[in-house]
Each structure stands twice: as structure tokens, then as C-alpha cells.
């Protein structure tokens, strides 16, 4: 079994020395800061603070939040990147499946809606030829029309 015991420092030990008038400091010359000479000062820690980077100097900062803190702080920050990320991954494929929908349904409806439009402006121009052919010359038949006024009269005639 363990026994502790406990060890008191020297300087709570000892009773300081009274002076003039029972005052421990008696003018300004004793005024000095008490330094305890027998204790070793290590003076390692000065000379690491220069070889210290910002790296090293932030991640000893953690120790200055509490651990419940820590972990909820890098549980939130995991889950809002987690978030994101899944975010974009969905963004990014929804955006490859609407642009390959778009060219495999579109495109094929462009050129069709494209051809449509040349067919409707060939009947037009026709019709407006037919139109000043038949300004130009009344009653004659043009080669437009010829087919449709010897039909009408029952000849049937080879086509050429």
C-alpha cells in the first residue's frame, strides 16, 4: 500500500525575521523581489520558443480548451465538412446527369426542330413563287401547277 505524505516548501516553513517595528520591510532598499536561489531555473523553454514554428505554437493552444470543448468543436467541424462534401459529390453528379441528358435529348430535338423550320420555309417560298407566276400570267399554268389542273379534268398523262 501507499503512504503519502506531505512535504512543505522551505519558505512557508520558516518565519520571516522581524525588523524595526515589527515590519518586514523597513524602507525601500528591501523592496527587492524574493528569488528563491536554491530552485534551478530551466532555461529550455526560452531557448525552443525561436525554433518554434506557428504550427507548433497553434497546436500547443490546445491545451487551453477543455477536453468536452475540443470534442465538440471537432465533431461540428467534421460534420459541416462531411456535409459539404457530400454536398458537392451530389451537386457535381447532378449537374454530369442533367448537361448528358440535355445533349442525348436536345440536341437530336434541335436538329429535327432545325429541319422542320427548312421545310416550312421552302413551302413558303413555293407558295410565293406560285403567287407572282400567277400575277405575271392569269390563267396560264406554270410548271407548279400544271399537274394539279390536268388531274382535275380527268387526263392522265405520264410524268416526265
Given amino acids: 500500500m501507499v503512504k503519502l505524505q506531505e512535504v512543505e516548501d522551505e519558505h512557508f516553513t520558516e518565519k520571516p525575521s ?14 527587492d ?9 530551466s ?16 497546436a500547443a493552444l490546445k491545451d487551453i480548451i477543455p477536453p468536452k470543448s475540443r470534442h465538440r468543436i471537432t465533431s461540428t467541424i467534421s460534420s459541416l ?3 459539404a462534401k457530400s454536398t458537392v459529390s451530389f451537386g457535381g453528379q447532378s449537374l454530369w446527369i442533367l448537361s448528358t441528358s440535355a445533349f442525348l435529348l436536345g440536341v437530336p430535338w434541335a436538329l429535327a426542330l432545325a429541319e422542320e ?13 406560285k403567287g407572282a407566276n ?5 390563267g396560264a399554268t406554270s410548271a407548279l401547277t400544271a399537274p394539279q389542273a390536268e388531274g ?9
Fill in 18 to 31: 522581524a525588523a524595526k517595528e515589527n515590519v518586514l520591510l523597513a524602507s525601500d532598499d528591501e523592496d
Fill in 33 to 41: 523581489d524574493y528569488t528563491d536561489t536554491e530552485s534551478e531555473i
Fill in 43 to 58: 532555461t529550455d523553454s526560452y531557448a525552443t520558443l525561436e525554433e518554434e514554428s506557428l504550427y507548433d505554437r497553434i
Fill in 81 to 83: 465538412t462531411s456535409f
Fill in 117 to 129: 423550320q427548312q421545310y416550312v420555309q421552302l413551302e413558303r417560298e413555293q407558295g410565293i413563287i
Fill in 134 to 138: 400567277e400575277m405575271l400570267t392569269p
Fill in 152 to 160: 382535275q379534268q380527268g387526263a392522265a398523262q405520264p410524268a416526265l
